[in-house]
């Protein structure tokens, strides 16, 4: 502990940081000052942080983001609002599972044993939760309806099990939806990513892939632009046409989708992604060893190598030609690593004059290359540059001499459509989500296999399907669901026809479960179903959710998926789940974040055990806009409990009566405290937290300045000023806070008072500072009328002293007036 802070908390009229942190959150929790009403009598307002996972105790970033939530919430509570701030915790999925493992420790015991330490150390952080909406997606009570909505969806055509190549991660031992594989890496654990052919269940999001698309239009505003801009680069929408390429020695045409029908004629040859089930099925007998060899070796690949513009493209021909519908030619079909299974039906046509990808391995591989649009920068043939621009048409057919892109894709569709080989359209480049995960500590899916019967949904009043208990057992990954050996658990009866069944050993990802998880904060101990109809009706959709920008792509847009879901359901009456939308950033140290490699991880708990909560929570908010991210290198909490201290001994020194009038009271002191009420409201309404522990500060100073200059803590204006700092501090240290509004003899809490209106008398300046500047230098400062003329302020300026010194005799070339700031007097 340093002597500065030893200093402080020894200061016999400082308040007691630990002993503070005690006494309130013991009132908070007695009085259930936090607890929602949920009656109507005051208009009401939802504020929901992203669920924590309950993989350890709280750190620095959980720090950040619920103190941004927690200014609003309070600022909410004291306008007047009844205030929904709930808290529960995302208790399944992996990282408390392979922390579990790694302690060889069961994952419920962990988890729970997580959960109870963070709870106690957010009451311990002063967060303004209703502590009665606690839930965890991993209680019985919880996932019951996480599986009655997955056999909703089942019933609507929106869960379904296929097989395909699937983002397979060799340490977790699990599939990953497309959302959880960053940079061809394990969101997760970092590893690389490979690709497994497996047998998965999927939510089939692409349905609603334009109207995810289209709503964004509601969340402008609300949202971060580059949020929006991530999801919808996510989807994907791309306009062209689907073309059916006739196929040798094969019944069924082959489609293709291409943003570019208008460049058919210059489709020299065919390329299939080799791990795409088509180019198994086209793949010519005397082929098959070449095309099996070259698969292998294109799983050991990653999907960046693949698609990288430096990769070496690489392909084997299939044995088979395609026909090219608009105009008859035999075309060759290869298998080649640089189109992904992915991307449409895994099959484009390869137009190389004008796609460099084409063109590099139309040069490996001594394909022809033909230019079908002149845009006057060289045969690509020859100068080995493909030319993607517009231009006139060439080699074209019914196209040639167009100049308008827009006519020839139209013309060319029209084509391809009156002859049935083709046809316009919309693809998208996300895709199903795949849910279901080979680990132990999920939801069980609700679906039995039955020889007879097929996949049958387990019957409503038989769930929850229960997680069996597996203590003791080896729950480390192995590739496949550790389910698998629970035997016993797995053998079962077909609920349709009684035969002998087996159930799914897969357990869903906990992005499922926080997918739905903020509808039943509003009815949280409901039994009738997942939630209260009328209960989201009343609170949602949600005016302000808090977390992190890195699930703009998987929980924010699973969550919006859900919520259509539930609409056609007739369960919820809304487009949109979250109105607003705030991303905290994160918090670093010395310019890198925080590892223990590293070493500069900075602990949380001893962060709060030096300094108290206050401080902590004061630093992180006042460090910069809550986007930002914080470097805990360059910020002092130690300064800030310095300035708590003084904000507290304002409180101490006030004398004057508890119903003293304060328009009796100093008016200058009068008029800082309601321009910093005014400021400091409108800063809270735009998210601006942390110019508003500046303006508290400023208003502080201010404060002081006038005790000790003034009449001292008996000017009604102190004590109007102090009991602001206390409510505007509240937002940001409530334990000084509630000290402060106990030592100016108000009833507790502050948390329950009311948020004051700026008197609009007070907040017109009678005057303002004007400097007068001489050649470039400042040479006066005067106190004018904030609606000075320039002929006055012109006047004024050269008839002060100072001025006239600097001038020396001088005339005066020019005066350039900034009114009422500033008067700049040029000499001749």
Known sequence: MTQSHEAETSDRRGYDIHAAQQKWSAYWEQHGTFAALGDGSKPQRYLLDMFPYPSGDLHMGHAEAWAMGDVLGR?????????????????????????????NAHPAEWTYANIKTQAESFVRYGIGFDWRTELHTSDPEYYQWTQWLFLRYHERGLAYRKD???????????????????????????????????????????????????????????????????????????????????????????????????????ATFMVVAPDAELADELCAPEQREQFDAYLEKVKKQTEIERQSTEHVKTGV???????????????????????????GTGAIMAVPAHDQRDLDFARTYDLPVRMVIDTGEGDPAETGVATAGDGRYVNSGLLDGLTNK????????????????????????????????????????????????????????????????????????????????????????????????????DTMDTFVDSSWYFYRYCSPQFTEGPFDVEAVKQWMPVDQY????????????????????????????????????????????????MSKSLGNGVDLGEQIDQFGVDAVRTTVVFAGPPAEDIDWAAVSPGATLRFLQRAHRLALDVSS????????????????????????????????????????????????????????????????????????????????AEEMWEALGLPPSVAESTWPTADETLLVAESVTMVVQVAGKVRAKLEVSPDITEDEATAAALADANVQRSLDGREVAKVICRLPRMVSIVPA
């Not at 909410?76 to 790694?102: C, R």
């Not at 998926?561 to 609409?567: I, W, Y």
């Not at 002191?669 to 309601?674: A, D, F, K, P």
């Not at 321009?675 to 208003?699: D, Q």
Request: glycine share 8%; net charge negative; aromatic share 8%.
């Open 75 to 103: 600022f909410w509570k004291m306008q007047g609002y009844d205030v929904l701030h709930p808290t529960g915790w995302d208790s399944f999925g992996l990282p408390a599972e392979n922390a579990a493992i790694a302690r």
């Open 164 to 266: 395909s190549y699937v983002n397979w991660c060799p340490v977790d031992q699990t599939v990953l939806a497309n959302e959880q594989v960053k940079e061809g890496l394990c969101d997760r654990c970092g590893t690389q990513v490979t690709k497994r052919q497996l047998t998965q269940w999927y939510f089939k999001i692409t349905d609603y892939a334009q109207e995810l698309l289209d709503d964004m239009s509601q969340l402008e505003g609300g949202w971060p632009e580059r949020v929006l801009a991530m999801q919808r680069n996510w989807i994907g929408r791309s306009e062209g046409a689907h073309v059916d390429f006739t196929i040798e020695g094969c019944e069924q045409p082959v489609r293709v989708f291409t943003t570019r029908p208008d460049t058919l004629f210059g």
């Open 317 to 343: 021909f299939l044995g088979r030609h395609a026909i090219n519908p608009v105009n008859g030619e035999r075309i060759p079909i290869w298998a080649a690593d640089y189109v992904l299974a992915e991307y």
């Open 406 to 505: 827009v006519e020839g894709v139209a013309r060319i569709t029209e084509q391809l459509e009156g002859d049935g080989v083709g046809e316009g359209t919309v693809t998208y480049r996300l895709r199903d989500w795949l849910l279901s995960r080979q680990r132990f500590w999920g939801c069980p899916i609700p679906i039995v296999h039955c020889p007879q019967c097929g996949e049958v949904p387990v019957p409503d009043d038989q769930l929850p399907v229960l997680l069996p208990d597996l203590r003791g057992a080896d729950l480390a990954p192995k590739g496949t669901s550790p389910l698998a050996s629970a035997t016993d658990w797995v053998s079962t009866t077909c609920p349709k026809c009684g035969g002998a069944a087996s159930r799914d050993t």
């Open 546 to 593: 808090v977390g992190g920008v890195e699930h703009a792509t998987m929980h924010l847009l699973y969550s919006r998926f859900f919520n259509k879901v539930l609409r056609d359901m007739g369960m919820v009456d809304f487009d949109e789940p979250f109105l607003r939308l705030l991303n905290q950033g994160q918090v670093i140290n010395e310019g890198k974040a």
């Open 657 to 736: 009566p508890v119903d003293a009038d304060p328009t009796s009271g100093d008016r200058a002191l009068r008029q800082v405290t309601h321009r910093t009420i005014h400021e400091v409201t409108e800063l809270l309404n735009s998210g601006r937290f942390n110019v508003v522990v500046a303006r508290v500060m400023e208003l502080v100073n201010a404060t002081r300045k006038a005790v000790d200059s003034g009449a001292g803590g008996a000017d009604p204006a102190v004590r109007e000023a102090s009991q602001f700092v206390a409510q505007a501090l509240s937002l940001v240290a409530p334990y000084v």
